[in-house]
């Protein structure tokens, strides 16, 4: 099981910037897909991004073209850059981790405490 500490959340206007990093620890990093979700109030939490060891990386729609999720090896962490954020990215934002691709993207086996991110309009 990985160890997974979020940090970067805050507030921000509507069409400003913030950048999430991801610290991960554990064994076998390199067999992981580290990635995103996130859950805003009264809703089901969501799939975000994920990166693999190799750098492919997979996005929703939603955030498709204003972030970019991009991981250091070396330092073994994972960064989330959200731009032209909106009302609608306000949530708490979850660092996870899952082995299988699938996993990944719907139900990671790893997660962070999480950090919010609020968008003011």
């Known amino acids: 099981q990985l160890q997974l500490v979020e940090s970067g959340g805050g507030l921000v206007q509507a069409g400003g910037s913030l950048r999430l990093s991801c610290a991960a620890s554990?064994?076998?990093?390199?067999?992981?897909?580290i990635g995103w979700f996130r859950q805003a109030p009264g809703k089901e939490r969501e799939f975000v991004a994920t990166?693999?060891?190799?750098?492919?990386?997979r996005y929703a729609d939603s955030v498709k073209d204003r972030f970019t999720i991009s991981r250091d090896n070396a330092k073994n962490t994972v960064d989330l850059q959200m731009n032209t954020l909106k009302p609608e990215d306000t949530a708490v934002y979850y660092c996870?981790?899952?082995?299988?691709?699938?996993?990944?993207?719907?139900?990671?086996?790893?997660w962070g405490q999480g950090t919010q991110v609020t968008v003011s309009s």
């Open positions: 990166v693999a060891w190799s750098g492919g990386t």
């Open positions: 996870v981790a899952a082995i299988e691709w699938y996993r990944a993207l719907t139900d990671p086996s790893d």
């Open positions: 554990g064994r076998a990093l390199n067999t992981y897909f």
